[in-house]
């Protein structure tokens, strides 16, 4: 497959879901290990669905047709760049396209604009929570090799029980200025890319998710805010694919070195060390129904170096070169390993993965339960289509964090961004088992019955996984989450949608029994 230019898909885009069910149906191969996708490589997925319709249930088909309007732009766009000709300016919906805001398009450059608008009420424990967005999403193409985008996204959440941190949830996490009863945050995103026949690179400031999961990842996830990165991914052969990036993160430790003083009495300026993390994968496509990944990633805090900025590296033996000593007399990085097995249509619309990640293991002592060294964290899953009737979705998957794990002494070298976990959301020594069912009822309104439990014991401290050996799963205070939901969403028009849910929630904290229901509606627009 050749690259074209590239800009990344927003999370949000329900692409991603369909294009996820038509992989596991055994319609496409689809190489979503590592995200966000190219709209590029969405629409090139979309086409090869296309060339299957039949296979397709009435509704899949009308989904399909929706989706193909969405991306139609970027085929166009792209395609005249290569034949030179020069198309009119679109300002609205145009035959089989999308309503559009701003769209314009000239052999050499391609520009989109949408605004993106959002509210929502929240109402739980006898309390209201209201919250309101706004900004834009801007991107586009230019000449036969680059793709730019950006988004900005102004969010601000009021009332007395307004989630200041969500440190333990899985939404995404902020910063931002925090008020009693209110906070207001930001989000913006960035990408400009440029690429060749058989690969790209990109830098911006963007979420680098990687591996599977239902509500969660435990390698990389969409937790912690966005952060700068330059990116490379390398697909040489339909069966392999390469990606590295290397990402600027806030360590939120102070350096001692650089407090200034300023000319105003009792105020100072305050420099933060700097924190790096690279990470690398391959992954292989054994077949259109089988792959495997596996990858290194690497923390570093201080300075950036060139070492692990080589996309062909063991950045663990990197680190000793540098100077690392063993028993950790000088750490100078935090290394973790991770691996993923992937299961499509083996089991007829099936999907069944599972990956690990190693923060750190001690292989010598690996059977001895009082001095192994195990801080680890996998996920197994499984997601079924068309079960038990056309258009119903179940998927099911168990997490488990080993104590410890995403933990370390070195406080610029913990797996986290702006304190934010980089893993999965419920953090160290803790499991999670969730399911879900979903029914497509018409294209774009689906249904959908979730359960999930959540058992965290205490997340301890970086002596602690310093000198850590044998320590039992789920050691200390146990705390334990039970949520039963119903939502609904409808997907009005392109990125224009309705939200709802009802959400009985029931907690155990320090031994204390909570109980409450959660409502939720909320209207969000990207035109």
Known sequence: M?????????????????????AQRGIISLDDVVLPLSRKYIQEKLSEVYFRYKELTLLENKELDFYLKDYLLDRISIDTMHSGSLPPILFKKKINDRWRFVAYRNKDFTINLQPIIGTQLDLRQGETVFKRSSGFWLYGYIHKNFGYSFSFNEISENGPLVDFKKSFTPEPGFFGIASPGTTNYSDFRTNLSYNWKWGTISTGREKTQWGYGANGKVVLSNKA??????????KPATWLSFNMTAMWLSSGVVDSAYVRPTTVAMQTQIDFVPKYLSTHSFTFMASKKLSFSIGESIIFNNRLKLG??????FWRAQSHYDGENGGGTNTLSNSQFFLQASSRNHLPNTHLYFNFFVDEMSFKKFF?????????????GLSVTNIPFKNGYFQTDYTRTRPYNYVHFVPAQTYTNREYNLGHWIGPNADQWYSAYTYQFIRGLKGQITFNTVRAGTVGKGFG???????QFLWGSINRYNTLASNFTYEITHDVFLKGSLAYQQT????????YFHYSVALNISL
């Open 368 to 380: 001895d339960k009082a001095l192994m060294r195990n801080q680890t964290g996998y996920c197994a």
């Open 225 to 234: 805010p966005a952060y700068p990165f330059v990116r490379l991914d390398v």
């Open 308 to 313: 692990y900025l080589i996309p062909l590296a």
């Open 465 to 471: 996984q310093q000198y850590e050996r044998g320590t």
């Open 2 to 22: 050749a690259f074209a230019q590239v800009v990344y898909e927003p999370e949000f885009k329900t692409s991603y879901n369909f294009l996820s069910r038509m």
């Open 508 to 515: 155990l904290i320090n031994n204390a029994l909570d109980k």
